[in-house]
């Protein structure tokens, strides 16, 4: 059947597509309950890993996505790990970070911790006087292949 | 109570690792932390007070304290970092800055 001939609506049995060339796709919904959508987003330009975690002295993650786990290494120090490897090591994490304790908060990443395609360091900040320190809430989003 | 990963670093500080859910916390300890890191329940871990003083927890037999020679140079360090900034701050009052020209030096 031709991409043009499916019907709008009604259509109940999967499709498979081996190396199909779409012009224009409106996916209603994209459901992939397994697979690298799934765990890593598949395509680029989008985020392949999130996580929303409490920074106190009793870290919690309050949401992730592709992100396993998240180690307290030391006072506002943490590794962030995930879940599915990224393609490579050159990806970018960005993020923010919330404290009511601090007149402003810093993200930044830690230098002491190498970049893998699994794992990779931040460290908060007071931003008045740039020292490590706890933080209320840290966000932080990756960036890649 | 959730349960969570603790090994001893290096540097002899306590790292705590807390599973997102999206793996079993098994497959986190294999993936995420090196050999001799152990599952706890988290309602072991150093509660109050000592909770803030995470650079000071230490791993023994499977139970996370609080080292007290730790815990003392960290209550030290930071009443020290509070005494200087003190200090600048009367410094700086003396020399005839206003509250408004302070805060905007140091945010403070």
């Known amino acids: ?145 | 109570m959730a349960q969570v990963i603790v090994y001893t670093r290096s540097n002899g500080q306590v790292a705590l690792c807390i599973p997102s859910g999206e793996l079993h916390i098994e497959e986190v300890l294999k993936k995420d932390c090196p050999e001799g890191a152990i599952i706890i329940d988290d309602s072991v871990l150093p509660q109050g007070d000592d909770a803030k003083y995470f650079d000071a927890w230490v791993l023994n037999n499977g139970e996370v304290t609080v080292d007290a020679n730790k815990k003392a140079a960290i209550i030290a360090a930071q009443q020290a970092a509070e005494a200087a900034k003190t200090s600048a701050l009367s410094k700086l009052s003396a020399l005839g800055l206003t509250d408004a020209e302070i805060k905007a030096l140091t945010g403070n």
């Open chain 1, 1 to 145: 059947m031709a991409i043009s001939q499916i019907p709008a609506a009604g259509l109940v049995s999967p499709i498979t597509l081996s190396n199909a060339s779409l012009t224009t796709a409106n996916v209603t919904t994209l459901n992939a309950p397994s697979g690298p959508l799934a765990t890593q987003n598949g395509m680029n330009g989008i985020a392949k890993a999130w996580v929303n975690f409490n920074g106190g002295s009793s870290p919690t993650i309050n949401g992730s996505f592709n992100v396993s786990s998240v180690t307290y290494v030391s006072t506002g120090t943490y590794t962030i790990n995930m879940t599915t490897a990224l393609a490579n090591a050159n990806y970018v994490p960005v993020g923010s970070v919330w404290n009511n304790a601090f007149p402003s908060a810093i993200l930044e990443i830690n230098s002491g911790v190498t970049f893998t395609t699994t794992q990779f360091g931040v460290v908060t900040k007071n931003g008045t006087n740039n020292t490590t320190g706890n933080s209320g809430y840290v966000y932080v989003a990756v960036l890649g292949s």
